[in-house]
């Protein structure tokens, strides 16, 4: 008999692979005959778009858009988990506590609003890579943003995640790796629990 749905988090910066990673999460899940669902944070849904539109919040206000977003969805989540898909999704509650904080904001107080509204994933991954690496894979050199100013940003927002996925858990898997060998880590994972 096929197992639960599992509910999987994939977070990393941008260049860490999390998109390549999770369609191939995707087609394996569904080689073994399992109903799949990718999604991903901020949403397409109006609170979503709001926050990804708009340049002049506050960090407060933003934190608290990410989380409004991520209510709604988790509640989405929950409904795909309970019609029997499992659920791959881009970016989660780490993300908030991750780029919020590096904008100063307190990671306890983070957590405690996204406490609320979140489940705990049952594979819950941070993709780490060194954000030179990462900047050279999504080829963003000379944008507005020196890079850098983007790296000195980008390396803080890792150590914040390190910190983070030490205190909540999260699998920390050596993104720099080839993309194969981190997708065998993640299937590893992945059979554990099915
Ligand atoms: P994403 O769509 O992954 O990146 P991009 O627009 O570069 O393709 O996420 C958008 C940005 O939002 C990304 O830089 C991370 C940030 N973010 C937060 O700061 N907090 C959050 O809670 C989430 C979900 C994303």
Known sequence: MMSSPIFIVLEGIDGSGKTTAISKIGEYLESLGRKVMITMEPTKGAIG????????LTPESEALLFTADRACHTKEISECLGAGYDVICDRYFAS?????????????????????V?????????????????LTRVGKRG???SRFEKLDYLRKVRDSYLGIAKAYGLTVLDASRNEGDVLMDIIGMIDRRI
């Open 49 to 56: 778009k709001l926050v990804a539109e708009t340049d002049d």
């Open 143 to 145: 944008e507005k943003v």
């Open 96 to 116: 908030t506590l991750a780029y919020q904080s590096v904008s100063g904001l307190d990671r306890d107080w983070l957590y405690s609003i996204n406490s609320k």
């Open 118 to 134: 979140i489940r705990e994933p049952d594979v819950h991954i941070l993709l780490d890579v060194d954000p030179e690496i990462s």
